[in-house]
């Protein structure tokens, strides 16, 4: 099954993600199978730069976005009422 999710990256303390689609039984910060966007929690704002429609594109393909990536696609302006059961 996949899952659209965070990996992370940065130093200690120092976080920084990709949003990645990624086989939901691979490790966090394993092998995915395409890269999405960036979100990084340091800023102020938070900067979240996501590809919407690659990921509109792999929700219509029957990707599943975590509970924290559907959060940020929401920020950056994907609406996901219309494609949820």
Same mark, same amino acid.
């Given at each position: 099954m996949l899952k659209i999710r965070l990996t992370r990256l940065g130093d200690k303390k120092s976080p920084f993600y990709r949003v990645v689609v990624a086989d939901s039984r691979k490790s966090r910060d394993g092998e995915?199978? +395409?890269l999405?966007?960036?979100f990084n929690p340091l800023?102020?704002?938070e900067e979240v730069k996501i590809d919407t429609e690659k990921a509109a594109k792999w929700i219509a393909n029957g990707a599943q976005p975590? +509970?924290?990536v559907k959060a940020l696609l929401k920020k950056s302006g994907l609406d996901l009422s219309k494609k949820s059961k």
């Open positions: 995915y199978v +395409d999405l966007g960036t800023t102020t704002p975590t +509970d924290t």
